[in-house]
């Protein structure tokens, strides 16, 4: 279903690097934006073979590509062959976006901006928050800086191997300060009393992926019964409503469901390379249209 007659001499290219990158849901949405906003861009999937990256990289750029985003298994990987890092990136020590430097790729990281922007979307104001978030993984790592970037005071993480929690809290502490920074035995992450004292309970584990309806949710919100309703995100975005958000829904509790990290790493990523607003709508659209197919 491609629209050749959108191409032309001055076409310009962005893409995604990845291997496998046939799954993504990158394509469908940057194409749609470009398309709502009537810009002569297109974005293809390019999937690199991992012993060939460097080169990849290099023939991307020479070839005047506009811009790229990076996915599994390369975003650490794609570091050793940049030629910049912004400050989110270099802390978080994962790349999902390239933009065109002097003579190389400029790498930057829009996977927990894109979920802070999710949330500020969502009415949710970080800055003084209490914050508890499930995992200590690529994708936590990401959400994790970018909560305290967006200035969340009081972050504590809960994870099933406590040691990977441990490694994460350590690496934090070397930019927040301790004081901020907290961590909880995942047995106890649906102690009641624990949970009434957040803002914002997160999953940033690939618990729940893939779950069936009735599945248990990755923390037990019933005895939340309080006044304090915090906020329940999840990255995860298949299903759609996974065990956790329709656990939260039951309770009462506001909902911020995966697909919109997704988006907004997405629409980061697209206004970084245009210089033009997003068409969030179109995009969000077309990705659910991908998602329910
Ligand atoms: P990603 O890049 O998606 O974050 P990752 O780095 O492999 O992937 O991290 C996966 C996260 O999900 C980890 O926090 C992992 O917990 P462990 O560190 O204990 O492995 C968590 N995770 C995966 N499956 C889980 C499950 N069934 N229950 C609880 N946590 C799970």
Do not use: C
């Not at 989110?88 to 994962?94: D, K, L, S, T, V």
């Not at 999710?118 to 499930?134: C, D, R």
């Amino acid at each position: 279903m491609g629209d050749l007659m959108f191409i032309s001499g001055r076409t310009r290219v962005a893409g995604i690097i990845g291997h496998p990158v046939a799954h993504s849901l990158s394509p469908t949405m940057h194409n749609a934006g470009f398309r709502a906003a009537n810009l002569d861009w297109v974005y293809v999937p390019f999937p690199v073979e991992p012993d060939y990256l460097g080169q990849a990289l290099s023939g991307l750029f020479h070839a005047g590509v506009a811009g790229l985003n990076v996915t599994v298994p390369f975003k650490v990987a794609v570091i050793e062959h940049l030629e910049g890092l912004t400050t989110e990136a270099m802390r978080i020590g994962a790349v999902n976006l390239l933009t065109r430097g002097r003579s190389g790729w400029i790498g930057d990281n829009t996977d927990g901006r894109g979920f802070v922007q999710a949330l500020q979307e969502a009415g949710f104001v970080p800055e003084g928050k209490s914050v508890l978030l499930l995992g200590a993984g690529g994708a936590a790592r990401a959400v994790a800086h970018s909560l305290l970037l967006a200035g969340v005071t009081e972050l504590t993480i809960a994870n099933r191997t406590p040691e990977r929690a441990e490694n994460l809290l350590g690496e934090l502490a070397e930019y927040y300060e301790e004081g901020m920074l907290d961590r909880v035995d995942w047995a106890a992450r649906s102690n009641p009393a624990l949970l009434e004292g957040f803002d914002l309970i997160v999953n940033a584990t690939s618990e729940g992926m893939g779950a069936a309806h009735g599945q248990a949710s990755v923390v037990d919100l019933a005895g939340l019964a309080g006044e304090n309703k915090p906020l329940v995100a999840d990255i995860v975005y298949v299903p759609l409503e996974t065990p956790l958000i329709q656990m939260a829904k039951r309770q009462g509790l506001p909902t911020l469901t995966g697909e919109k990290m997704l988006l907004y790493q997405g629409v980061i990523s697209w206004e970084t390379w245009t210089g033009r607003p997003a068409p969030v709508v179109e995009m969000l659209n077309a990705m659910l249209t991908a998602l329910r197919a």
